[in-house]
């Protein structure tokens, strides 16, 4: 009973993680798009949905149970244990990034000293962006399909020998 | 799982870009907030008497005013 109730607690959890992710990536990309002159009232919401996900993953990440996946850990490096350590590292490096550019757009509101930072901070989130999409990507699904075509590229040749 | 990542991500940026453009619209439609510039203030004005013209500011109006002699309003 106690296993079931752990279980579905975790559950839970981790589709909370995935709604807040949604959140932060739907509302980052709107900030994105929307960064012209033109869309300034839709850059600033959407930019405040991005500082708001941020400030809640951390409030969440402090006070979430240390079983929990919403719970925030520093990254590891070389326990050999767990997930690959770049997961972490990465998505520390994608809070800081891009909580650093919703804190400076929120201070480029007010001063104009800060829009410079905010842009270049905001350009540097996208290289982390990516670099996070593409781990992903090779971890779950891409690592598997290289190996195989490189089997597949080893294998051909010698079928054609034989023949 | 990448691949619903990416959609839940889609749906969600629909949603805050469909909220965040009704916010710009109330935005724009609502009045604007700013008061009037203020040329002058209270103290500055002068006040006008019933007969349109102007009432003394101080309480003796000819101080400070050297009195000629065609200043006189006898004829």
Known sequence: MTMTIERMTTKLHHSLLKVWHAWLAGSFLVAYVTSDEDTYAMHFFAGYAVLAAIVTRIVVGIFAPASSPLKLTLPRIGTGKGRHPAFAGLATALLLGVGLSAVTGAFADGSTAFEDPHEAVSQACLVIIFSHIAFVTYMYGGKTWIKKTIAASNHQPSQEKSQ | ?75
Not at chain 2, 27 to 33: F, T, V
Not at chain 2, 61 to 70: E, F
């Open chain 2, 1 to 75: 799982m990448i691949g619903k990542m990416l959609f839940h991500s889609a749906v969600a940026a629909i949603l805050i870009a469909s909220a965040a453009l009704v916010y710009a619209e109330a935005k724009d439609s609502e009045p604007s907030q700013l008061t009037p510039v203020q040329t002058e203030t209270k103290a500055q004005r002068p006040e006008k008497s019933d007969t349109g013209y102007l009432k003394p500011t101080a309480e003796n109006p000819n101080k400070g005013h050297k009195q000629d002699d065609d200043d006189d309003d006898d004829d």
